[in-house]
């Protein structure tokens, strides 16, 4: 069955420093998104991003995270200069746009960050 | 902006009882509404959902109910087993400019062998 994949499955960064979470969606789906799961509390949404743009994001969705679709297969999740309280899961994931598995979001496995 | 909210936060049961976890949504657009299983460290895994043009759905010993006029669903364990021990999350998808899915805060469902 297909996945959506991430990498890495687990970064420790200094505060400042810029971090980049990697996805590959599952092929076939055109819509992408970020969550974010501080440990013990709820899945977040951060942006969704869907034909090369991104078109919703949070309020946690600030100017030091940004969203890109290099190539036809990677979504990345940039954090410019991370704060201690950016230390989460950050799970990917992806979703088709039509037909009956159309609303089903799919998460990857997640990157756990941890700032220090 | 749109909210979802869950309840109970913590759910203890015995092996074999029923577990009932209750959601509420603000967002009247809302239109599909997937119940998803994490288990710890693991990735949120979707275990049943329902579109707003049915009330109720049922996969063997889960089901879930949608009231859109009260905008509150449900989701119904029956038969519990220790394995369903885990944190489930309801959540509700709408299109306001582009999809999202909200999450509710959790439910820690704890079933006692």
């Known amino acids: 069955e297909p996945e959506v994949t991430q990498t890495p499955s687990h970064q420790v960064t200094q505060m400042g420093q810029e971090v980049i979470l990697r996805c590959v969606p599952i092929s076939n789906h055109l819509y992408f998104y970020w969550y974010r799961q501080i440990l013990g509390q709820k899945v977040e949404f951060l942006v969704s991003?869907?034909?090369?743009?991104?078109?919703?994001k949070s309020e946690i969705f600030d100017d030091q995270f940004s969203v890109e679709r290099p190539d036809g297969s990677n979504f990345t999740l940039k954090i410019r200069s991370t704060k201690l309280e950016d230390s989460a899961m950050y799970f990917c994931?992806?979703?088709?746009?039509?037909?009956?598995?159309?609303?089903?979001?799919?998460f990857g496995e997640g990157s756990w960050l941890t700032v220090v | 902006g749109e909210n979802v909210e869950q309840h109970p936060s913590t759910l203890s049961v015995q092996e074999g009882d029923s577990a009932v976890i209750k959601c509420t949504y603000s967002d009247s657009a809302s239109n599909y509404f997937p119940w998803y299983k994490q288990e710890l460290g693991k990735r949120p895994q979707l275990i049943i959902d329902?579109?707003?043009?049915?009330g109720e759905k049922k996969d063997q010993r889960i089901a879930v109910t949608l009231n859109k006029t009260a905008k509150h669903f449900s989701l119904h364990i029956t038969e519990t087993q220790p394995e369903d021990s885990a944190v489930y999350f309801c959540a509700a998808r709408g299109y306001t400019g582009g999809f999202k899915t909200i999450f509710g805060a959790g439910t820690r469902l704890f079933v006692k062998a």
């Open positions: 994931a992806s979703s088709q746009v039509l037909g009956p598995s159309g609303n089903t979001i799919y």
């Open positions: 991003f869907y034909n090369n743009e991104i078109s919703e």
């Open positions: 329902i579109r707003s043009n049915v």
